[in-house]
Nanobody, 121 residues
Framework: QVQLQESGGGLVQPGGSLRLSCAAS????????MGWYRQAPGKQRELVVR???????NYADSVKGRFTISRDNAKNTVALQMNSLKAEDTAVYYC???????????????WGQGTQVTVSS
C-alpha cells in the first residue's frame, strides 16, 4: 500500500505565507513526478506545480514567483512554500505523485486527502 500524507494549510491573511508538506509512504520502488493540485469551490481541479525526480519544475502561471516547490528524494517528501497569498489561492490543495510500487512495473497516480487553504482578511 502506498499513501500520501499532507500537512499544513489553514487560514492566512492576504499577503501572508503558508507551507504545505506531503510524505509518501508504503511499499515504494520509485517516485517519478510529485506535485500539488488545487480545487476551488465550483471549479475544476488544476495543476499548481509539479517536480520531476530530476528537479525539473512546471508552475502554473498564476503562482509563478510566489510559490516554490521543493522535494527530498531520500525522504520521499515534497513541500510547497506559498508566499504573497491572494484570496484567489483559496482552495483545497492535493498532493499528487506518480509512484511505482515494489513488485510492480507500472506507475500509478496517487493523491493525498487534501488540505484546505483559505486566504481571507
Amino acid at each position: 500500500q502506498v499513501q500520501l500524507q499532507e500537512s499544513g494549510g489553514g487560514l492566512v491573511q492576504p499577503g501572508g505565507s503558508l507551507r504545505l508538506s506531503c510524505a509518501a509512504s508504503g511499499s515504494i520502488f520509485s517516485i517519478n513526478a510529485m506535485g500539488w493540485y488545487r480545487q476551488a469551490p465550483g471549479k475544476q481541479r488544476e495543476l499548481v506545480v509539479r517536480i520531476t525526480s530530476g528537479g525539473t519544475t512546471n508552475y502554473a502561471d498564476s503562482v509563478k514567483g510566489r510559490f516554490t516547490i521543493s522535494r527530498d528524494n531520500a525522504k520521499n517528501t515534497v513541500a510547497l512554500q506559498m508566499n504573497s497569498l491572494k484570496a484567489e489561492d483559496t482552495a483545497v490543495y492535493y498532493c499528487n505523485a506518480i509512484i511505482v510500487s515494489r513488485g510492480s512495473n507500472l506507475p500509478r497516480v496517487y493523491w493525498g486527502q487534501g488540505t484546505q487553504v483559505t486566504v481571507s482578511s
